[in-house]
Nanobody, 124 residues
Framework: QVQLVESGGGLVQAGANLRLSCAAS????????MGWFRQAPGKEREFVAGINWSGGSTYYADSVKGRFTISRDYAKNSVYLQMNSLKPEDTAVYYC?????????????????WGQGTQVTVSS
């Protein structure tokens, strides 16, 4: 069992930056890949960014590429999402998730554990 706890959301103006954090209770075979997803009101959950724990390879949704950066801290069992140049369309609840799979893991059903989510609101 792995617990994931997100933090760092908030209300910001367009163009601002935010950093989300996700603390994992443990690093196991279920956390080979860590991902960030988001869900806006009335929309389906969508993949945002992913990172492989061991190799550190990263990948992003086209909508955030060049603005968001995912990273990890081994010592703290934590994953981060640095979000720059935020836009109103980035407004959503952001979720951290852990997957036992390797490679480019972008489907939500490939993730076994999820955090409770943190709200990000970007005003225009």
């Amino acid at each position: 069992q792995v617990q994931l706890v997100e933090s760092g959301g908030g209300l910001v103006q367009a163009g601002a930056n935010l950093r989300l954090s996700c603390a994992a209770s443990a690093r196991t075979r279920s956390t080979n890949t860590m991902g960030w997803f988001r869900q806006a009101p009335g929309k389906e959950r969508e993949f945002v960014a992913g990172i492989n724990w061991s190799g550190g390879s990263t990948y992003y949704a086209d909508s955030v590429k060049g603005r968001f950066t995912i990273s990890r801290d081994y010592a703290k069992n934590s994953v981060y999402l640095q979000m720059n140049s935020l836009k109103p369309e980035d407004t959503a609840v952001y979720y951290c998730a852990a997957s036992p799979h390797f490679g480019r893991v972008i489907a939500g059903n490939e993730y076994a554990y999820w955090g409770q989510g943190t709200q990000v609101t970007v005003s225009s």
